[in-house]
């Protein structure tokens, strides 16, 4: 008998926030563009969202994004073991604890090579910087398709549909700041 999967931590927390505020899934999916069905996969740890994802969910629930972007774990490299563990190819770290309070956040993302963020495109008001730290990625914005690798940067209005992808042999590393206004 398969064992059944624990909820993600920020699952809960995002679970809890949705019906502390009597905020339904139709409600919350109009709000964030993303379906019942991936929400409900998010609330139940059966889906691990990115960055972008836990912006706009938070947005929409109208709570700080350091709430669920926090992580309890102290340790830099626990946290990134333990989230590639949740996920088999997207994994990523919050490089500015203390900051649940300010409009720009940084985070260390790690992206198993050819892989993308699965599920959907993303889009959270707001600016996005993307430096890439090692390995061969393409973030495409809107329509337009921008090829990066290591040294390289973007900068773009994280307002318009976006999603990365790993085009590479290796695991690609990449270090994204995103202000929200």
């Known amino acids: 008998m398969p064992r059944k999967k624990t909820p993600d931590p920020v699952g809960k927390k995002i679970k ?6 009597k905020i339904t899934y139709h409600t919350l999916a109009n709000e964030t563009g993303f379906s019942v069905e991936y929400l409900k996969k998010i609330e139940t740890g059966t889906e691990i969202p990115p960055v972008g994802a836990l912006l706009q969910i938070s947005r929409a629930l109208q709570l700080d994004s350091g709430f669920l972007l926090k992580d309890q774990e102290s340790n830099l490299k626990k946290r990134v073991k333990a989230y590639s563990k949740r996920t088999s190819n997207y994994a990523y770290t919050t490089l500015t604890p203390g900051a649940e309070n300010s409009h720009l956040k940084a985070f260390k993302i790690i992206i198993d090579s050819l892989h993308d963020h699965e599920g959907v495109g993303y889009q959270h008001e707001g600016e996005e910087f993307v430096y890439v730290l090692s390995g061969k990625v ?3 914005v809107g329509d337009h398709i921008n090829h990066l690798q290591t040294g390289d940067s973007l900068h773009f209005n994280s307002g318009i549909q976006h999603n990365l992808k790993n085009t590479g ?3 690609a590393e990449l270090i994204v700041v995103v202000y929200g206004p």
């Open 16 to 21: 809890k926030a949705r019906l502390d505020k």
């Open 138 to 140: 393409d973030i495409i």
């Open 169 to 171: 042999k290796e695991q």
